[in-house]
């Protein structure tokens, strides 16, 4: 089993930034891909980016030139830096990691991410 654990989350300013950070801990495995998924009220969850092992990355169209991926393989950890903000961009932001050798996903409890002035 693996356990995600999410922070960063919190109220920000259209045009601001915030910081997502997870942390998985458990069976974690080199064989895996981790990344961010949001779910906005009345939609359905969403990619937002992901990063394998090695370091491959892929985003959603909405967020390509705003958002960064990225992880730490030592500390299994992954970070999604958003910078310019939009209230569209509100959501409840999920971390995943998929095991590949298990064909599990898990998931992160969540965490607000609210763009408002």
């Known amino acids: 089993q693996v356990q995600l654990v999410e922070s960063g989350g919190g109220l920000v300013q259209p045009g601001g930034s915030l910081r997502l950070s997870c942390a998985a801990s458990?069976?974690?495995?080199?064989?895996?891909?981790m990344g961010w998924y949001r779910q906005a009220p009345g939609k359905q969850r969403e990619l937002v980016a992901r990063?394998?092992?090695?370091?491959?990355?892929n985003s959603g169209d909405s967020v390509k030139g705003r958002f960064t991926i990225s992880r730490d393989n030592a500390k299994n950890t992954v970070s999604l830096q958003m910078n310019s903000l939009k209230p569209e961009d509100t959501a409840v932001y999920y971390c995943?990691?998929?095991?590949?050798?298990?064909?599990?996903?898990?998931w992160g409890q969540g965490t607000q991410v609210t763009v408002s002035s």
């Open positions: 458990g069976s974690v495995f080199s064989s895996n891909r």
């Open positions: 990063i394998t092992y090695g370091g491959i990355t």
């Open positions: 995943n990691l998929e095991d590949y050798s298990t064909g599990q996903s898990f």
